[in-house]
């Protein structure tokens, strides 16, 4: 089984640039998720999708951070325009409501790092 | 104060060590209770998966959650070079997963 896959692997641009991180979920797996992890910090949620629907999305930047699931399967998070501080590793991970588990699997992630 | 409180280390032990990673957390909402492995580039995997106090074996790793003193622990057997990645912990409630800082692991030959 295929696991999440993330494009591309590695980005580097200059600040005030826009940038976008593409994600593809287990296939079957409806939760999609959307996290940032700064340098020697765990995981922090950025948003939650349940098919094509943002759940939660809380922690998201909304002046400059946009994301999309559509058709429920593949998504996308752009930032536009990109700050110094947003280097960090983005991380997609997808989960089956199926069973109590919920067990979340990550991908490889992209690492952003803006100069 | 954080929700979770992870020491980030370093911790370096020499190879067939045992090894002991601790996490505090403060929400008592918090229902599960697991642990993930990042390997250098990689993205975090599951390790250990716990729901109730008490221990929890998997070949060499056991997770221990007491959550009177919201407190849970792993513990590495044997310890191998293998073993040397960051270890998250990481706290569900409401379907939020709320991680720690990461411990970075290394062990020597």
Not at chain 1, 44 to 71: C, G, M, W
Not at chain 2, 26 to 44: H, T
Not at chain 2, 53 to 79: P, W
């Amino acid at each position: 089984e295929a696991g999440v896959v993330q494009s591309p692997r590695y980005k580097i641009i200059e600040k005030k640039q826009p940038v976008a991180f593409w994600c593809n979920p287990i296939s079957g797996h409806n939760t999609l998720y959307w996290y940032r992890q700064n340098l020697g910090q765990g995981p922090e949620l950025l948003i939650r999708y349940e098919n094509e629907e943002a759940v939660d999305d809380s922690q998201l930047p909304k002046d400059r951070f946009s994301a999309e699931r559509l058709k429920g399967v593949d998504s996308t998070l752009k930032i536009q325009p990109a700050e110094l501080g947003d280097s960090a590793v983005y991380l997609c991970a997808s989960s089956s409501l199926a069973g109590t588990r919920n067990e979340q699997f990550f991908g490889p992630g992209t690492r952003l790092t803006v100069l | 104060q954080k929700e979770v409180e992870q020491d980030p280390g370093p911790l370096s032990v020499p190879e067939g060590a045992i090894v002991s990673l601790n996490c505090t957390y403060s929400n008592s909402a918090f229902q599960y209770f697991m642990w993930y492995r990042q390997y250098s580039r990689k993205g975090p995997e599951l390790l250990m998966y716990t729901y109730s106090s008490g221990n929890k074996e998997d070949g060499r790793f056991t997770a221990q959650v007491d959550k009177s003193s919201k407190y849970i622990s792993l513990f590495i057997r044997d310890s191998q070079p293998s073993d040397s990645a960051t270890y998250l912990c990481a706290m569900q409630g409401a379907q939020k997963l709320v991680f720690g800082q990461g411990t970075r692991l290394t062990i020597n030959p």
